[in-house]
C-alpha cells in the first residue's frame, strides 16, 4: 500500500471511535498537511515557486502583491532543495533580472532571495556566480543609494564569498579598483571575507 494512504487509513481507524472519550485521552493528532497533499493534489513547492515569480514579473500586480509572492518565494528557497529547484525551473536568470529593476523595493528582495539562496549551499553558488549575480550585486552594494537595498546586496555577497573560492574571487574583481586588496582572500577566511564586506557597506 502506498506509505501516504496507510497513514491516512492509519489516522482514521485512531480517529473514528464512536465512544465517550476518557478526560484523560490524548487529543486526536492532525493529519500532516503533506499527506493529504500527496495524496489529494496541490501546489508542490516548485509549482508555488513559479506561480511567486509569475506574480512578481507581471505587469498586471500591484507592488504590494509582488513584495508578497517575492516574500513568499523568499520563505521557500529557504530549502535548500527548493534553492537548488531554482535552476531546473528557470528561475535564475529572472531573479538576477531583478536584481536591475528600476524599482528599489524588488531590488532588495531579488538580492535578499539570492542571498538565501546561497547561503551554505556551493551548488547556489556556483549558479548564482555563472548567472552573473555578482557583479550586478557589486553594483547595489557601491552606487545604490537606499541602505535598505544596500544590506540585502552585502548580505548576498558575504553569503556568496563564504567557504567558495570562485564567488570570493569573483568578488574581488568585480570590486572598483579603490576597494581591491593586493592580498589573496581566502574564502575560508571569515575575517577577510568580512573585512571586503566591511569596506564595501563604508563604500571606502
Known sequence: M???????????????????????????????????????GGPSDADLMKQSMDAILSPDITLENKLTAFDNFEQLIESIDNA???EPLGLWTPLVELLKNEEGQLRRMA???VGTAVQNNEKAQERALVMGA????VNIAVEEKDENVRRKALY?????????QPGTDETIKALPERLKTKVH??????????????KLRERI
Open 2 to 40: 502506498d506509505p501516504g494512504m496507510n497513514h491516512l487509513l492509519k489516522w482514521g481507524i485512531e480517529n473514528s471511535s464512536t465512544a465517550t472519550p476518557s478526560p484523560d485521552a490524548p487529543p486526536p493528532r492532525p493529519l500532516d498537511p503533506a499527506i493529504l497533499q500527496a495524496i489529494f
Open 84 to 86: 537548488n529547484n531554482l
Open 111 to 113: 538580492a535578499w532571495c
Open 134 to 137: 555578482i557583479p550586478a550585486l
Open 156 to 164: 548576498a555577497l558575504s553569503s556568496e564569498m563564504r567557504n567558495y
Open 185 to 198: 582572500i581566502e574564502a575560508a577566511d571569515m575575517e577577510a571575507v568580512d573585512g571586503i564586506i566591511a
